[in-house]
């Protein structure tokens, strides 16, 4: 079997909950697989295991971050709008809220710039991989 299949097999493999990466090795020495392929073949698998971990978390904190943002932007819009419609009755006055405003619109794109990142991360790593 090629190196390549052996990864993808690995890699295919350690997305079950009872893998260990110390099975790739028990798996491969007994087959007579040079040491350096195995010392590859781990390396990379070890990678994309913390790769798929680092990109998860990316996701959920990108994630959270949009949408905090989002909140926030429509909350000093909203209160920029009521006062100024006179919902919230300030007599002659209305607020301007941009602080919130604009700090969650920078949160939004800032959330939305970090998650096309990781994913372009994600696709240069794959194409580590494929040997």
Do not use: C, W
Request: glycine share 8%; aromatic share 8%.
């Amino acid at each position: 079997m090629s190196r390549a299949k052996l990864i993808d097999y690995y890699i295919e493999k350690s997305q079950s909950p009872d893998f260990q990466i110390d099975q790739i090795r028990k798996e491969l020495e007994p087959n007579n697989i040079p040491e350096e392929d195995i010392r590859a073949i781990v390396k990379l698998v070890d990678n994309h295991i913390l790769n798929s971990a680092f990109t998860k978390n990316s996701k959920n904190r990108s994630t959270e971050l949009i949408i905090a943002g989002a909140i926030l932007a429509l909350l000093g819009a909203g209160v920029t709008i009521a006062t100024y419609t006179g919902l919230i009755n300030l007599g002659d006055n209305f607020l301007v809220v941009y602080g919130p405003f604009f700090g969650g619109v920078s949160m939004l794109f800032g959330g939305l710039a970090q998650r096309k990142n990781s994913s372009s991360k994600i696709r240069s790593n794959r194409q580590k991989l494929d040997l």
